[in-house]
């Protein structure tokens, strides 16, 4: 084939094809320029057409669209809409589950005399032998009274579902007698506190029972109501019914049941059986919470207290079934609850019948009931000076909060319930009430802990922030745990940082070096050191009023784990909020912090989102370090990088970047930094080889051969092709699997390595051919390599190819540092024919590659994307006109004859071809 280049003139073509440009006479987003006529809006300065407004607008239009759509999930008020009883009941299935689950119970359970009565259907299995001897011998009374059954959690369980199996059958078969008399002995159950563990299991599932049978009963007395006794239809009852709407013989059948468990003998089992029917006494009396008080005076009877509480707990749950709210009960029974505890907070030692364990256990234990009862009393808030009196808080109205001692755990869950304007009004006072209750009912840090929480809802209404800020520092100054110290700490430091805390900052952090170095950090410690150091670098903008306190990176450098990278994730993120990093002493901080960030995170799964985080801001970091026209403090810094940060090899992708930028910067500033640049560019060329992507090594090897032929380092930017055209040799086991993005990527580079080589001297021994041959035999090697992707990377070796054979090439090098290879080939004869005979063998494998390909459609695309690139390329000839006319005519059969691709090209080759003859005659004529 006879080929020959097209002549191209670079300045003519590009004001040919340039856009005509005018000169804007306003800002194109500037009010003038967005003044429209609207028609029925008015014209207004600020009405007007921003397309970034726009853009918000839409925005804010969608949240509110989301917002609707979400009121419409939870109801048009949101969850307070929801009926109160199918709310209550949510809450009180919720509350059971997590009482189970707080306290679990070994997988056997030992049976006291109480408890066996109801497992005579299930096979009590005896200890083994050694073990009932043994424990013979430790407590032989015990042995002797208890006669020491044992039953496992499955088959007690098991035995309570029969129960309330056997209930429901009798029920629905009309036996209610024997249904009462299975509830009375379900009851008796929670008679047994000898397993103390187990009693809150044993209460979720006895009271499981009561709250049946007490349905049961209320919906056989509606019924009574609503029907005649030969089962005509009365009336339907109205949601709050009167006493006066239920027939006398609906009430008769109500007060039958009252008075049958009534008659039951234990005091505990009577008071269960009257809670669960509660509600019936709706049928009798329009009152009925004025039944309550009656029976909070009746659970005094209950010797034990574990018992009593968890009775007076149940008698919250189904008062709620009342739709009528009353404190006085809640009230009565917290205070009754408090006697109970005092009992056993203050027994002396001596005359303790319990271990201080046991009664610890006790009381938590007798936690949820309290809570719960406390929830309820600011259910539905009234006043609350009247609830403080109740519960012999305050001297009067004006004093919500005296010198009256209370139980801890009581004040802890008044605390979690109290609105948070009182709270914040009266913060000193409560402060002082916490400091005279000490009892091991609950920790006093604890208290101290949730009350600077609860004031940390609004701090602008803390009274005396100062004067409570002080109190507190002085309190946690006397604590030798340094848990507790920071548990307080952190709960006020909020309050602290906004009401001039820093005055004490040193100070606390002095003390938390002295614990800390007193005894070895545990994990909850280090939790709670993690939490006050994060709310000190949030509230500080500058890194440097970080580092001027005492002993901060004393306390760090003791941190580990978790906390500690943590804590470098924030102090990173810190420094690198600004544009740059000089300050010598910061830099030294940073570096440290970034080691032990790098040493303390396993890099190796880069996937996880922390881990990736944790390498973006070190690479912030070492690229936002600035050490000015100290060029060679910077890249000794690069040097220290890459040493310290082995295992993050996205960082070794910044630190070639920053040395490419450094040599430019070298370069800018005076030729006498060209020894310098040499350094930079052997820096770069010793790390690329260490980054694990094959991808992003090609694009630095490409980038840093611009760098140096930017500065005339001749040999560097020939020796860093040749690593990318090597590269390309062992794509495949660089890169293993490929994907479309990196496809892309590849092809992008390959075609930037191609207009790269224009620029280079060439390779004088083995030709200049030598980098764009590597290429084209590369194209073979890959089975990852589409037909698409290799007609466009054969197209760039002919744009090449055509661009060295111009008399000017379209961009150029510093001039006379660097002589391309457009200058060494100039006018030989020799270099242009080897080019052609190139390009023709391309030409030849475009037409090949296209005729092989199966797919219709895209062998007419990949037919066309040659023919451009052939007509574009070279002059037209007959040989051209030829070859391009087979791929058009393949074009035309695989494509529909509109196909836009198709009529462009098809044009293209026709001006092609006048082109052609218009040369012919004019070659003619001056010939002839």
């Not at 269960?272 to 009798?284: G, N, R």
């Amino acid at each position: 084939m006879e080929f020959e280049f097209r002549h191209r003139d670079y300045t003519a073509e590009e004001k040919a094809y340039s856009l005509p440009r005018l000169p804007a006479e306003s800002h194109p987003l500037s009010k003038s320029s967005h003044q429209v006529d609207l028609g029925h809006k008015e014209k207004d300065e600020t009405d007007i057409l921003d397309p970034l407004r726009e853009v918000n607008e839409k925005k804010e239009a969608t949240l509110e669209v989301f917002q609707d759509e979400e009121i419409n999930l939870t109801g048009a008020q949101g969850p307070s809409s929801e009926d109160p009883l199918e709310l209550h009941s949510k809450e009180w299935t919720s509350f059971k589950k997590i009482l189970m689950q707080r306290f679990p119970v070994s997988k056997r359970i030992s049976l006291s005399s109480i408890s066996n009565a109801i497992m005579k259907t299930v096979k009590v299995k005896d200890k083994s032998p050694v073990d009932t001897h043994l424990e013979e011998l430790d407590d032989p009374q015990k042995f002797t009274e208890e006669g020491l059954k044992v039953i496992s959690q499955k088959e007690y369980v098991a035995r309570l579902h029969e129960l309330k199996d056997e209930i429901s059958h009798s029920w629905r078969n009309n036996d209610r007698v024997t249904s009462l008399k299975l509830s009375i002995k379900v009851a008796r159950l929670l008679m047994d506190t000898s397993v103390v563990e187990f009693y809150p299991t044993l209460f979720v599932l006895a009271v499981d029972v009561m709250d049946m049978l007490g349905d049961l009963v209320w919906e056989r007395i509606r019924q009574k109501a609503e029907y005649s006794e030969d089962g005509t239809f009365i009336c339907s009852l109205p949601e709050n019914f009167e006493a006066s709407n239920i027939c006398d013989r609906a009430k008769e059948t109500c007060n039958n049941w009252f008075s049958k468990i009534g008659s039951i003998r234990e005091l505990l089992p009577r008071i269960y059986l009257e809670v669960a029917i509660l509600p019936c006494w709706c049928f009798l009396i329009n009152n009925p919470l004025s039944s309550l008080q009656r029976l909070v005076m009746m659970t005094r009877g209950i010797a034990d207290p574990l018992a009593s509480a968890y009775c007076q707990l149940y008698m919250v749950h189904r008062a709620q079934k009342l739709r009528q709210h009353d404190v006085g009960y809640l009230i009565t029974g917290i205070n009754d609850l408090k006697i109970l505890m005092m009992r056993i907070l203050s027994m002396p030692e001596t005359t303790r019948k319990i271990s201080l364990a046991d009664g610890r256990l006790l009381v938590s234990l007798m936690e949820p009931p309290i809570e719960y009862m406390m929830r309820c009393i600011f259910k539905d808030l009234n006043q609350v000076s009247d609830i403080l009196m109740g519960l012999g808080l305050g001297k009067d109205r004006s004093h919500l909060f005296g010198d009256r001692p209370c139980i801890s755990i009581i004040l802890h869950h008044l605390l979690k319930e109290l609105p948070t304007g009182v709270i914040c009004s009266n913060a000193v006072d409560i402060l002082h009430l916490i400091e005279c209750n000490f009892d091991f009912s609950y920790d006093q840090f604890l208290n101290y802990k949730l009350l600077g929480h609860r004031l940390c809802e609004s701090v602008s209404q803390v009274n005396e922030a100062n004067a409570l800020v002080d109190k507190v520092i002085q309190v946690i100054s006397c604590y030798d745990s340094l848990y507790e110290y920071l548990e307080v700490l952190d709960a006020y430091v909020d309050i602290g940082l906004q009401n001039q805390m820093d005055i004490h900052l040193n100070s606390i952090l002095n003390e938390i070096f002295e614990r800390v170095c007193a005894k070895e950090i545990d994990e909850s410690a280090l939790s709670g050191l993690q939490s006050f150091l994060l709310k000190l670098l949030t509230h500080f903008d500058d890194l440097k009023d970080i580092l001027s306190m005492n002993r901060f990176v004393d306390i760090l450098d003791v941190m580990h784990g978790s906390s500690r990278n943590l804590i470098n994730l924030s102090i990173l993120r810190m420094a690198t909020r600004n544009s740059c990093i000089q300050d010598p002493t910061i830099i030294h901080f940073l570096f440290e912090v970034s080691q032990a960030l790098h040493d303390g995170t396993d890099f190796s799964n880069i996937r996880n989102d922390e881990n990736q985080h944790s390498a973006l801001l070190i690479s912030r970091f070492v690229n936002m370090v600035d050490y000015g026209l100290d060029f060679e403090r910077k890249l000794s810094f690069l040097v220290d990088c890459r040493g310290a940060f082995g295992g993050l090899s996205e960082l070794k992708e910044t630190l070639v970047h920053s040395s490419n930028i450094l040599t430019i910067k070298a370069l800018k500033d005076g030729s006498n930094h060209i020894t310098f640049a040499k350094s930079c560019l052997t820096f770069s060329e010793v790390t690329i080889p260490a980054i694990p992507s094959g991808l992003k090594q090609l694009n630095l090897y490409i980038e840093t051969a611009e760098v140096a032929l930017l500065g005339g380092l001749i040999s560097h930017a020939d020796g860093l092709v040749e690593s990318a055209l090597c590269y390309l040799q062992d794509f495949d086991l660089v890169d293993g699997l490929r994907v479309p993005d990196s496809i892309e990527a590849s092809l992008s580079l390959i075609c930037k390595l191609c207009s790269l080589m224009i620029l280079l001297p060439g390779n004088l021994e083995q030709g200049f051919l030598y980098g764009p041959k590597k290429i084209f035999s590369f194209l073979d090697s890959q089975s990852w390599m589409t037909s698409k992707l290799k007609i466009r990377v054969l197209s760039a070796l002919i744009s090449m190819s055509a661009a060295l054979s111009q008399n000017v090439i379209p961009f150029q090098l510093i001039h006379g540092k660097v002589i391309g290879s457009k200058k060494l080939i100039f006018g030989d004869p020799t270099c242009l024919e080897e080019f052609l005979s190139f390009s023709g063998a391309i030409v030849q494998k475009i037409v090949d590659i296209v005729l092989q390909e199966p797919s219709q459609a895209s062998r007419g695309n990949l037919a066309l994307e040659g023919c451009n690139s052939i007509a574009s390329s070279f002059k037209v000839c007959p040989e051209v006109l030829t070859i391009c006319s087979k791929l058009v005519e393949i074009a035309e059969l695989s494509l529909s004859s509109d196909n836009r691709y198709l009529v462009s090209t098809k044009n293209f080759l026709k001006t092609r071809q006048l082109c052609f003859r218009e040369d012919g005659h004019r070659h003619k004529y001056m010939t002839g």
